[in-house]
């Protein structure tokens, strides 16, 4: 019984490392007019947004037939 949940315990982990990071993500505002927004202070206005990334895994290339 000890075995079965030092396992389970263990394979949560090793999901659990593999999750997406959340990273946050802006982009300039563009107006009707097709040009940037810009505020008093003279810079352009972004809207921000977070975003999960998930890591690439490395691996080896198919080889072709």
């Not at 997406?20 to 009707?32: F, L, N, R, T």
């Not at 940037?36 to 490395?58: F, I, N, R, S, T």
Request: charge should be positive; charged fraction near 35%; proline fraction near 5%.
């Amino acid at each position: 019984m000890k075995n079965l949940l030092i396992a389970s315990i263990l394979a949560l982990a090793s999901v659990a490392s593999f999750a997406a990071e959340p990273e946050k993500v802006c982009i300039d505002k563009i107006g009707k007019d097709g040009k940037v927004v810009v505020d008093k202070a003279g810079k352009p206005v972004q809207e921000c947004k977070m975003m999960k990334k998930h890591k690439k895994l490395e691996g080896t290339e198919v080889p072709k037939k």
